[in-house]
């Protein structure tokens, strides 16, 4: 018998085709990262391998308090949403994840249904990077025991309102409580996409859910922009929310815009108006008229801090709008006042015009949508000359004629080159 030896080489083979002993280790610190994390053991250039191959799904519990890396939280971000703009959030990509997967889970927290640990166990996650919350759904309890009721009813019976049963959203205090740094919440009870299913009770904003609502923003002391709008808001609710925002220690903008506010809730924020730190203020598309606007004028003739009233979309009427010229007349801190919309006309403009010739505080006035007329508009020309403050002043179809219109145009764009050309103030110089 023959025997015959044949050596067989693989002519592609290099010794570079072996993976080094440390790459394999590495291999294996990412394949076993949820059982052991050992990533700050770790060198910093082996970190940074680590980092750029582990998979954007590990649990939070081992990745929240563990990985500071931005580059490791942009990947999160990217691949869940497909817009992401930072500038929003910090700058920061971890506070953009955190703030936005906690929103998430609070738009589709189902009260009675979903487990309430979903949001208490993430508390200790991301308590450390939330500082602002944007909610604007909130999904009321779903009602099994009223499906066979609510077959029977016919189209029209749902509309007059058979199926209404108040149904209360899940419970802020909680989660706001547990979040030290959070400075702005912006809420909205609402259901968004709700299609063939849309109903009036699914926009409910109970009683109940404004009382723990004001019981949690009053506890958070790091609170500084409040918005709470298109919920449905009215004296009742504006007034228990007020109770608990007196003499809030850091809360300087309120935004109530597009809710059903009329003069009794008007009354309660013009007593908040003095009893807190409020700079920016925005009752916008509400129902306030004269008497509510008489209330916000008398605090605003007392107020020293406020820098921006927004009443676009009232009721105020000229004796609204009066009374809110008169108070300019003493106020020396506010810049910017919106008046659009207000069924506003001649009598207003002869107050203003004392406004324009006497106040150097305000910049801006907007009067849009009034109907003012010529003989209102020439009031306001004669109130402008000589004011060198005014950079603002929108007057769109208030009627207030085109050579009224192109004369005070003319005193504002005069005015804003002198600011352009105003040297900036210098912070007061410390100790040497």
Same mark, same amino acid.
């Given at each position: 018998?023959?025997?015959?030896?044949?050596?067989?080489?693989?002519?592609?083979?290099?010794?570079?085709?072996?993976?080094?002993?440390?790459?394999?280790?590495?291999?294996?610190?990412?394949?076993?990262?949820?059982?052991?994390?050992?990533?700050?053991?770790?060198?910093?250039?082996?970190?940074?391998?680590?980092?750029?191959?582990?998979?954007?799904?590990?649990?939070?519990?081992?990745?929240?308090?563990?990985?500071?890396?931005?580059?490791?939280?942009?990947?999160?971000?990217?691949?869940?949403?497909?817009?992401?703009?930072?500038?929003?959030?910090?700058?920061?990509?971890?506070?953009?994840?955190?703030?936005?997967?906690?929103?998430?889970?609070?738009?589709?927290?189902?009260?009675?249904?979903?487990?309430?640990?979903?949001?208490?166990?993430?508390?200790?996650?991301?308590?450390?990077?939330?500082?602002?919350?944007?909610?604007?759904?909130?999904?009321?309890?779903?009602?099994?025991?009223?499906?066979?009721?609510?077959?029977?009813?016919?189209?029209?019976?749902?509309?007059?309102?058979?199926?209404?049963?108040?149904?209360?959203?899940?419970?802020?205090?909680?989660?706001?409580?547990?979040?030290?740094?959070?400075?702005?919440?912006?809420?909205?009870?609402?259901?968004?996409?709700?299609?063939?299913?849309?109903?009036?009770?699914?926009?409910?904003?109970?009683?109940?859910?404004?009382?723990?609502?004001?019981?949690?923003?009053?506890?958070?002391?790091?609170?500084?922009?409040?918005?709470?709008?298109?919920?449905?808001?009215?004296?009742?609710?504006?007034?228990?929310?007020?109770?608990?925002?007196?003499?809030?220690?850091?809360?300087?903008?309120?935004?109530?815009?597009?809710?059903?506010?009329?003069?009794?809730?008007?009354?309660?924020?013009?007593?908040?108006?003095?009893?807190?730190?409020?700079?920016?203020?925005?009752?916008?598309?509400?129902?306030?008229?004269?008497? $509510?606007?008489? !209330?916000?004028?008398? =605090? &605003?003739?007392? *107020?020293?801090? +406020?820098? @921006?009233?927004? /009443?676009?979309? #009232?009721?105020?009427?000229?004796? $609204?709008?009066? !009374?809110?010229?008169? =108070? &300019?007349?003493? *106020?020396?801190? +506010?810049? @910017?006042?919106? /008046?659009?919309? #207000?069924?506003?006309?001649?009598?207003?403009?002869?107050?203003?015009?004392?406004? &324009?010739?006497? *106040?150097?505080? +305000?910049?801006?006035?907007?009067?849009?949508? #009034?109907?003012?007329?010529?003989?209102?508009?020439?009031?306001?020309?004669?109130? &402008?000359?000589? *004011?060198?403050?005014?950079?603002?002043?929108?007057?769109?179809?208030?009627?207030?004629?085109?050579?009224?219109?192109?004369?005070?145009?003319?005193?504002?764009?005069?005015?804003?080159?002198?600011?352009?050309?105003?040297?900036?103030?210098?912070?007061?110089?410390?100790?040497?």
């Amino acid at each position: 018998s023959y025997c015959i030896h044949r050596i067989i080489e693989d002519p592609e083979w290099t010794l570079a085709a072996v993976p080094q002993l440390t790459e394999l280790c590495l291999q294996h610190i990412v394949h076993n990262f949820t059982k052991n994390p050992v990533l700050d053991r770790l060198l910093p250039e082996h970190q940074r391998k680590v980092l750029d191959r582990l998979p954007t799904g590990l649990p939070l519990t081992v990745t929240a308090n563990l990985i500071s890396d931005e580059d490791y939280w942009k990947r999160c971000c990217t691949e869940r949403w497909q817009v992401c703009d930072i500038s929003n959030y910090g700058d920061s990509w971890k506070r953009m994840f955190f703030e936005r997967h906690l929103e998430n889970i609070v738009k589709c927290f189902v009260p009675n249904t979903t487990d309430p640990n979903q949001v208490l166990e993430l508390i200790p996650l991301c308590k450390d990077y939330v500082w602002k919350l944007e909610v604007d759904q909130f999904l009321p309890p779903v009602k099994v025991d009223q499906k066979e009721e609510m077959d029977d009813l016919s189209d029209s019976g749902s509309d007059f309102g058979f199926s209404e049963v108040p149904g209360h959203h899940y419970d802020l205090g909680a989660l706001i409580s547990a979040l030290p740094h959070l400075e702005e919440l912006h809420l909205t009870y609402g259901v968004k996409d709700c299609g063939m299913n849309f109903e009036w009770n699914l926009f409910k904003f109970t009683y109940k859910d404004c009382c723990n609502l004001a019981v949690a923003v009053k506890m958070c002391h790091s609170l500084k922009v409040f918005k709470l709008t298109r919920s449905n808001v009215d004296d009742d609710k504006t007034r228990l929310l007020v109770r608990n925002l007196l003499d809030h220690p850091s809360l300087v903008e309120l935004n109530l815009s597009h809710n059903l506010i009329g003069d009794k809730g008007a009354r309660a924020v013009g007593k908040l108006i003095n009893r807190s730190k409020l700079g920016i203020l925005d009752l916008c598309n509400n129902q306030i008229h004269h008497a $509510g606007a008489q !209330a916000l004028a008398q =605090a &605003l003739a007392k *107020n020293c801090i +406020l820098t @921006s009233l927004n /009443l676009r979309l #009232n009721c105020l009427e000229d004796e $609204g709008g009066e !009374a809110m010229g008169h =108070a &300019l007349l003493t *106020n020396t801190t +506010l810049r @910017s006042i919106h /008046l659009g919309s #207000n069924r506003l006309s001649e009598p207003t403009a002869v107050v203003f015009s004392q406004v &324009l010739a006497q *106040n150097t505080t +305000l910049t801006c006035i907007n009067f849009s949508c #009034n109907h003012i007329g010529q003989d209102g508009g020439k009031q306001l020309l004669e109130g &402008l000359t000589g *004011n060198t403050t005014m950079t603002e002043f929108d007057l769109r179809l208030a009627e207030v004629g085109q050579e009224s219109e192109y004369l005070i145009n003319q005193t504002l764009w005069a005015n804003q080159h002198a600011a352009r050309l105003r040297p900036l103030p210098q912070p007061p110089a410390g100790p040497l």
